[in-house]
């Protein structure tokens, strides 16, 4: 794979800890402007996004999604070590990343159908195509020598998220994808074989 693009693809891995150093704000915009491009269904763009670059709101948003995932695991039994660890895993993410971009889900614009199960593909639809804009900020973000890391706990509290930002109840918070200056090198996951990927290949 010799061009620029397949560099980047491979290089690309996900970074949970920054350097304490600010991304300027030319540059988060880059990564907006590249998610923009994505493919989407009718060319609706059923995405919005929130950038956070401001440390007491990374750490209003860590503590109120902190919170709720205590309830949700102290509803599932987890023991008080265990939860105390993650809370604080979690939380140092968040607050220690220099800029957050929050892509939420935006189905206003989408088409409505009476039945359950188009409705649901549309959705579908729609959400596959956010999981393409945040590839191309990942993307470009490797492009522009900075570092991303991909959360998904928002999905899982998206009233919370919603309440902090104060955002339209039309939004649906997917992830938080945390960027900045990769601290250290995090070592490139591996993948598994890739022949046992493809299902089936006529040549
Ligand atoms: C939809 C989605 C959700 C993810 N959620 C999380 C997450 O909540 N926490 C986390 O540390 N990584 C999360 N990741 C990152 C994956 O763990 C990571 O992409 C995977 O382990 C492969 O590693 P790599 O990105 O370094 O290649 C998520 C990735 C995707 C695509």
């Not at 059923?46 to 949700?72: C, D, H």
């Not at 993307?139 to 998220?161: I, K, T």
Request: proline share 6%; glycine share 2%.
């Amino acid at each position: 794979m010799p061009n620029d693009l397949a560099k980047f693809l491979k290089q690309r891995h996900s970074v949970r800890k920054f350097q304490a150093r600010d991304v300027a704000p030319e540059q988060l915009w880059q990564l907006l402007e590249a998610a923009s491009f994505a493919p989407s269904p009718h060319n609706r763009q059923p995405w919005r996004f929130a950038v956070l670059t401001q440390l007491a709101t990374r750490q209003k948003l860590a503590q109120a999604m902190g919170e709720r995932w205590k309830e949700q695991m102290l509803t599932d039994k987890i023991d008080e070590q265990t939860i105390q660890k993650r809370l604080k895993t979690s939380s140092e993410r968040i607050v220690n990343a220099p800029a957050l971009i929050l892509p939420c889900l935006y189905l206003a614009k989408m088409d409505s159908y009476p039945d359950e199960a188009r409705q649901t593909a549309e959705t579908t639809m729609a959400t596959q195509s956010l999981g393409a804009a945040i590839q191309n900020i990942l993307l470009m973000a490797e492009s522009l020598g900075l570092a991303c890391g991909w959360l998904s706990a928002p999905l899982f509290c998206p009233a919370v998220v919603r309440n902090v930002l104060n955002l339209d109840k039309s939004l649906i918070p997917h992830a938080l994808i945390l960027v900045g200056y990769e601290a250290g090198k995090a070592e490139n996951r591996p993948r598994p074989s890739f022949d046992d990927l493809i299902i089936h290949f006529e040549n």
